[in-house]
């Protein structure tokens, strides 16, 4: 009797996918726990393994279509001991070719072969693969941003886009007919998801921003004597997040409403801190969450922070590792934003927008001083916070910034 293979549970707020390939096509053995389809959601690319061993007797779903969780993706029908056999079978022995360095991946299982740089040590992802094949460009050309140096899909497509506007047009401004200066890309799946939900958010959320300014000094300063120490305990340097998270931890405990979120008629406040921390990927911006933050020292929240930042830019988060979360910080000062507006990560009610730190003149104590400073902004939705709660709460992350001894004290 054929066994199905069907779409796994997707996560929370995940609802559809897209068939990104099949590693194996109708009438191939297959065996079980092997990796058979990739499916790309909005948030990660996750791979369908097969339930059984025996051959792939129907695909249902085609490359590029869509399926919903719980959706026919194909079939596996019996004949693995035949398939067992032929790949038993004893194969003819052929002089043996001289020994030559390689400079491609070997095909791995259940999959294409697909040609790589010399050094990776990782094929291209199908997705990549397929990008590349439609485009005709050859993997091994790619320079690989995934782990191991794997090419990924967001690197064919930013190569495609460096070689369309690196190569000359066909013909003059002039005289030109315009169609060889652009190029039409279908909109990624994240990227689609990211329009959708700020769409949303703006619909539905009254969302409002308040702003305020934060001296770093005391926060640099505790950088620069700990930094050393720090490291040596830790293995990994002291940032700025981990002061933040803490920060902001303290300020949702005294102004719980922007912890909170609308559910319905009911107003839903939670007791726990799980803080997401906007990462920008090449794909585009993704949200981790870091759990429990009112558990965690500075130290472990900077090594979860890392950890995940690092396997969002190699395309390897979890879908778990993604949701559940109830507030969210987001850092435009790395990339040298002076000022924001963050949007809300819908369903939570607030989002904290760091930016530069850039010295500046401030009065202090009656006097002139030239100090490291920073814009804070606190993007909140008015249906549940009212304006002299989110007051309250960037004077508070301000206040623990400026002293952070009260991060050590919970004051």
Known sequence: MPVEIRVPALGESVSEATVGRWFKSAGEAVKADE????????KVTLEVNAPASGVLSEIVVKEGETVNAGALLGRIGEG??????????????TPAPPVVQPDFVPETPGSQSVLAPAGHSLPASPAA????????????????????GQV?????????????????????????????REERVPLTR????????????????????????ADMSAVMNLRVRYKDVFERKHGIKL??????????????????????????????????????????????????????????????????????????????????????????????????SLMSTPI???????????????????????????????YLALTYDHRIVDGKEAVTFLVLVKEALEDPARLMLDI
Request: glycine content about 10%; overall charge neutral.
């Open 80 to 93: 693995a001991a035949a398939a067992s056999q032929k790949a038993t079978a004893k194969p003819v022995q």
């Open 190 to 213: 994240l990227r689609q998801t990211i329009a959708r939900r700020l769409k949303d958010a703006q619909n539905t959320a009254a969302m409002l921003t308040t702003f305020n300014e």
């Open 35 to 42: 990796p058979v389809v990739e499916l790309e959601t909005d």
């Open 152 to 180: 990924l899909k967001s690197d064919v497509l930013d190569f495609v886009a460096k070689s369309t506007v690196a190569a000359p047009p066909a013909s003059s401004p002039a005289t030109g007919s315009g169609e060889d």
């Open 239 to 336: 940032g700025l997040m981990g002061f933040f998270a803490k920060a902001c931890v303290g300020a949702l405990k005294a102004v719980p409403a922007v912890n909170a979120e609308i559910d319905g008629t009911d107003l839903i406040y939670k007791n726990y801190y799980h803080l997401g921390i906007a990462v920008g990927t090449d794909k585009g911006l993704v949200v981790p969450v870091v759990r429990d933050c009112d558990r965690s020292s500075i130290g472990e929240i900077e090594k979860a922070i890392a950890g995940l930042g690092k396997r969002a830019r190699a395309g390897e988060l979890k879908i778990e590792e993604m949701q559940g979360g109830t507030f969210t910080i987001s850092n435009g000062g790395i990339y040298g």
């Open 344 to 374: 809300l990560n819908p369903p939570q009610s607030g989002i904290l927008g760091m930016h530069k730190i850039q010295e500046r003149p401030v009065a202090v104590n009656g006097k002139i001083e030239i100090r490291p400073m920073m």
């Open 129 to 148: 693969s397929k990008i590349a094949a439609d485009h005709g460009v050859d993997p091994a050309t790619v320079a690989g941003s995934g782990k191991r």
